[in-house]
């Protein structure tokens, strides 16, 4: 007991006692060291002010890219939980039940369709914070739905991806899922629907190697790691320091591997603008057709071409 305790009268000390602050009041930005308070960040879409896009879930992620932030969510077709009945230090049923306890969701996918800018489209959302984004089963039919309800209703496919790569607990079943949204990105072609990716933070492994590398125009938001092989284990095997920003989205940029580097705020008015030119391609080419058919003379069954003056 110090000699305050002794002094002050009963209850006072009370009103100077030290109340516990919650542990999410601040955030730490990676890139500077500021403390940035937690209630500034849906204004400032979760990007500090030094400029780092923090990681950010399916929802949020929705409400930034749809006008007025309305969409409709679509479901995923339910897969067998746990095929392999894998176990390592705990059971693949256990890590599902604690992700999705954690975020709320099924799996590491959601689909929202909605409007950007007024123009129709489908969003699909790749949640890290779900077992790290990994692709597995329910990921490949996330994708996979996504692309049936883009081709089913003619518009544009949009992926935000964020993955560590493949579902280990899920072994090859995980990997048949690489050609399985291959395939399913060759038939919004066949069927001349953009496909646009964006690349977050992180993207890696069998995801970079697959659908995240096959959109039509590729976007990536700043500092985004996009690589399949991580740069310690890139380091590790060549015993090699690497260069600065190496596989970071702006070297990735500088390199021609990607198309533009996006900040949040800027990416619903790129997509629209995007959108914009895609999507009138075939309503341009159907006028132009129109004109033709409307400018070309018909000749008459019953008159010879030799007769035409």
């Known amino acids: 007991m110090n000699w305050l305790s002794k002094i002050a009268p009963p209850g006072v000390k009370n009103i100077f006692t030290k109340k516990d602050s919650p542990d999410n009041l601040w955030v730490k930005c990676p890139k500077s060291d500021e403390m940035v308070f937690s209630a500034d960040l849906p204004g400032l879409l979760h990007v500090t002010p030094a400029g780092h896009h923090m990681r950010i879930g399916p929802d949020m992620r929705m409400e930034y890219t749809f006008d007025n932030a309305e969409y409709t969510e679509v479901a995923i077709p339910e897969v067998a939980k746990d095929p392999l009945k894998f176990k390592d230090d705990q059971k693949y049923t256990d890590r599902l039940k604690k992700a999705r306890a954690k975020t709320g969701d099924q799996d590491a996918m959601n689909i929202g369709v909605g409007k950007i800018h007024g123009i129709d489209a489908v969003v699909l959302v790749q949640n890290f914070a779900f077992m790290g984004g990994s692709l597995g089963m329910a990921a490949g039919e996330g994708f996979i739905s996504a692309a049936e309800y883009a081709v089913a209703h003619k518009m544009p496919l949009i992926v935000f991806t964020a993955a560590g790569g493949a579902r280990m607990q899920e072994g090859a079943l995980s990997l048949m899922q690489m050609p399985r949204t291959t395939i399913a990105v060759q038939e919004l072609r066949e069927a001349g629907l953009p496909y646009i990716v964006v690349l977050c933070d992180p993207t890696t492994g ?11 125009i590729h976007l990536a938001e700043p500092g985004a790691l996009i690589c399949f092989a991580g ?10 320091k690497l260069p600065e920003g ?22 619903r008015r790129v997509l629209a603008d995007i959108l914009a030119v895609l999507m009138k391609t075939d309503d341009m080419q159907k006028d132009e057709a129109q004109k033709d058919e409307a400018t070309t003379e018909v000749v008459p069954v019953d008159v010879k071409p030799d007769e035409i003056t």
Do not use: H, N, W
């Not at 995801?207 to 995240?212: D, K």
């Not at 190496?246 to 990416?267: H, N, P, T, Y």
């Open 206 to 216: 069998g995801v970079t190697a697959s659908y995240a590398m096959l959109g039509d």
């Open 231 to 240: 740069p310690r284990v890139i380091e590790e095997t060549i015993r090699e």
């Open 246 to 267: 190496f596989q970071r989205a702006e070297f990735l940029e500088e390199k021609g591997m990607i198309d533009r580097v996006v900040a949040r705020s800027d990416m």
